[in-house]
């Protein structure tokens, strides 16, 4: 009945650019659409595109029936050049951002709600939408986050030895029971070069292997100790000023051998060095007696000391 009309109407042949003849097909694939002619419709709702390429709502209609039949890629296409327009089509935004959401799609869902939202904040069905949205988002973040946890886990649970390593680096690795990737972030340099026959050779070499996969020494230590050492260093700003505190390791001038200590444990203020104890500074290889008195000599000319352990 539909296709009947639509015939009358228009005739044999479409033209370029007519809107009456547009609006013919526009009504006529919608008569079609009440009576679940869903074909028809699409192909007059497709006409009428092409006749007035300019109307919003032909190309909605079109790209609605398109998503309904399972054409979904020719509908997002048309959804979204509807969107990219002076004034985005609305209930293409709403329709676009769900199919992006069961695509997994989140964030492109997310922005073509906040673009209803940022010039119609209490627009009811936007809102709904983007409730949904947002929760979906929040549990493909945890996925991810999952995910990444559990590959981090089996990273730091490969052996050191399969690892291309030297003879040496790898010998002394053994002796100092330092079998996993995690077990080695366990460790700082101080630590390292403070064994026998390790040297700066086989360190630049495990340095190099974990920055190679974004590690560094030491970083399994400092979720450990960085809660203890923010109380301390609380503490301390009780005691000294803070721009005592801050100011930079070089204003003590010290020793070639002392400067380097320093810098293997990454301490580069006063405030720095203030909450380690002497134990800490005197594990650090080649640093003596006279490096520590040094220090703490210096230390002492700005009000400051090393920290005792109770």
Request: with cysteine; net charge neutral.
């Given at each position: 009945m539909a296709q009947h009309v639509l015939d009358t109407i228009i005739g044999a042949g479409d033209s370029k650019a007519d809107p009456q003849a547009a609006e013919a097909h526009y009504r006529a694939g919608l008569q079609a659409q009440a009576e679940n002619d869903h074909l028809t419709a699409m192909d007059a709702f497709r006409k009428a595109t092409r006749l007035d390429s300019n109307?919003?709502?032909y190309s909605f209609h079109l790209a609605y029936l398109l998503d309904l039949m399972g054409e979904e890629e020719e509908a997002v296409s048309i959804y979204e050049q509807l969107c990219n327009r002076d004034r985005p089509h609305v209930n293409s935004l709403l329709n676009l951002a769900v199919i992006y959401e069961?695509?997994?799609?989140?964030?492109?869902?997310?922005?073509?709600?906040?673009?209803?939202?940022d010039t119609n904040p209490n627009h009811e069905r936007a809102r709904l939408f983007m409730k949904d949205v947002l929760a979906?988002?929040?549990?493909?973040?945890?996925?991810?986050?999952?995910?990444?946890?559990?590959?981090?886990?089996?990273?730091?649970?490969?052996p050191v030895t399969d690892f291309e390593l030297s003879v040496r680096a790898r010998n002394c690795l053994k002796k100092m029971q330092i079998r996993t990737l995690g077990d080695l972030l366990k460790i700082t340099?101080?630590?390292?070069?403070?064994?026998?026959?390790?040297?700066?050779?086989?360190?630049?070499?495990?340095?190099?292997?974990?920055?190679?996969?974004?590690?560094?020494?030491?970083?399994?230590?400092?979720?450990?100790?960085?809660?203890?050492?923010?109380?301390?260093?609380?503490e301390l700003k009780?005691?000294?000023?803070?721009?005592?505190?801050?100011?930079?390791?070089?204003?003590?001038?010290l020793s070639v051998r002392?400067?380097?200590?320093?810098?293997?444990?990454?301490?580069?203020?006063?405030?720095?060095?203030?909450?380690?104890?002497e134990a800490e500074l005197m594990g650090v290889k080649n640093?003596?007696?006279?490096?520590?008195?040094?220090?703490?000599?210096?230390?002492?000319?700005f009000g400051l000391a090393l920290r005792s352990l109770d």
């Open positions: 109307s919003a709502t069961d695509r997994g799609e989140i964030a492109k869902s997310e922005r073509c709600l906040r673009q209803i939202l979906s988002r929040d549990m493909y973040y945890d996925e991810e986050q999952a995910r990444d946890l559990a590959k981090r886990s089996a990273m730091l649970d490969t340099e101080a630590e390292l070069l403070s064994y026998k026959n390790f040297g700066e050779t086989s360190l630049v070499e495990i340095k190099n292997m974990l920055a190679q996969r974004g590690l560094r020494l030491g970083q399994g230590l400092e979720g450990q100790f960085s809660r203890v050492r923010r109380e301390i260093y609380e009780g005691q000294a000023p803070e721009s005592v505190l801050n100011k930079p390791i070089s204003v003590l001038d002392a400067r380097k200590a320093l810098q293997l444990l990454n301490i580069q203020t006063l405030g720095d060095l203030a909450i380690r104890t640093f003596g007696a006279t490096s520590l008195v040094e220090i703490k000599e210096k230390l002492s000319g």
